[in-house]
């Protein structure tokens, strides 16, 4: 361990000892942005940048564990990143299949996809299903990987979804306007039934949510951190929870 490694160390403590544990947020979204710029910073590869941010997974929700955080939400990849060139999304459909499995294996967290599964490949499919299936019974964090995700889509899907539920118990379309409210929408979203985040993350210094849980961030608060998602450590993440617990959230009142 160097100098710097040490004075982190101790910082890191230091800030996680003043940390109220009673303001912590129960749900935190992140978007893990920033892999590519920093492999590139590093002289690597866009498929080592992945790789690295991959595993910087299992450190976050090791954090997350230990400082009370009930609902981790993921964003591995958007509906756009599905556009890119072939040669691209190959190899990082597989990384994020690794990384699935790995939460899987781990034994801690509970899986859960969002995201439209009809977007992807049949093995990216087949590897989240099983994944969510398997850690259905754990009782740790649960873990919402957001895979071929956009927050337009969430939201288009939620409402056709919501047709299709009423055309089949005969709703005419009629009816279905004078009923249908907030609360019938968020029961068709990806995440119906969890708590909406109260923190959303987003690495590498972009700030923009780029269409992450448009509907279910209205009330969020946004941290933005200049670090890329590889390089996240320990004391950047402590920071965020920090900065959210000093804030007062009034919700618009």
Not at 76 to 92: A, F, G, V, W, Y
Not at 187 to 195: S, V
């Amino acid at each position: 361990m160097n100098l710097r490694d040490l004075v982190y160390g101790l910082y890191a403590r230091r800030v996680e000892g003043r940390l109220d544990h009673a303001q912590v947020p129960k749900h935190i979204g992140v978007i893990l942005d920033g892999n590519r710029r920093w492999a590139k910073a590093s002289g690597g590869t866009a498929e080592q940048g992945h790789k690295a941010g991959a595993s910087k997974i299992q450190e976050l929700l090791g954090w997350c564990e230990e400082t009370d955080v009930e609902v981790v939400t993921l964003w591995l990849l958007s509906t756009d990143n599905l556009e890119r060139p072939e040669d691209q999304l190959i190899p990082l459909l597989g990384i994020i299949e690794d990384a699935v499995r790995d939460l899987a294996a781990d034994g801690r967290w509970r899986v859960h996809h969002v995201g439209t599964l009809d977007l992807l490949p049949a093995r990216t499919q087949s590897v989240l299903k099983e994944a969510q299936q398997a850690t259905v019974s754990n009782d740790g964090i649960l873990v919402n990987v957001a895979v071929g995700y956009g927050g337009r889509q969430e939201i288009a899907d939620a409402v056709r979804s919501l047709l299709l539920e009423h055309a089949d118990k005969g709703t005419s379309f009629e009816e279905l306007a004078e009923i249908v409210d907030v609360e019938h929408i968020s029961e068709h979203l990806y995440t119906r039934g969890q708590p909406d985040p109260d923190l959303v993350i987003r690495t590498s210094g972009e700030q923009r949510l780029s269409g992450f849980m448009l509907w279910q961030s209205a009330h969020s608060e946004y941290y933005f951190c200049e670090v890329f998602w590889p390089a996240f450590r320990k004391v950047d993440f402590l920071r965020a929870l920090r900065d959210y617990a000093a804030r007062h959230r009034r919700y618009g009142s």
